[in-house]
């Protein structure tokens, strides 16, 4: 049974700074797209950035392009979103997932909140 696991959320105010972390095994890392989707209080979980294994492309949404970065470090297992100019609209539960079309997996998700 494949897992994800997150860490990195937390509390920042508008401007600032979070890197997210979720590592995974070196199977998924090199053979699924590996993605980050955030689900706000009342509102549907909707991707935010993603990128593909075993081709490196990536893809943002609209709302965070610019500021927010997926990257990937094979020697320690780990997908990493940076995310910068963080603004309270950025506020949600972020989850790590792992996707082929025919599965998913799911990390447990981690809390942002921006706030002043």
């Known amino acids: 049974q494949e897992q994800l696991v997150e860490s990195g959320g937390g509390s920042v105010q508008p401007g600032g700074s979070l890197r997210l972390s979720c590592q995974a095994s070196?199977?998924?890392?090199?053979?699924?797209?590996m993605g980050w989707f955030r689900q706000a209080p009342g509102k549907e979980r909707h991707l935010v950035a993603r990128?593909?294994?075993?081709?490196?492309?990536?893809f943002y949404s609209e709302s965070v392009k610019g500021r927010f970065t997926i990257s990937r470090d094979n020697t320690k297992k780990t997908v990493y979103l940076e995310m910068n100019n963080l603004k309270p609209e950025d506020t949600a539960v972020y989850y790590c997932?792992?996707?082929?079309?025919?599965?998913?997996?799911w990390g447990q998700g981690t809390q942002v909140t921006v706030s002043s």
């Open positions: 990128l593909v294994g075993n081709t490196g492309e990536t």
């Open positions: 997932s792992a996707a082929l079309p025919d599965v998913i997996y």
């Open positions: 070196e199977h998924l890392l090199s053979n699924f797209v």
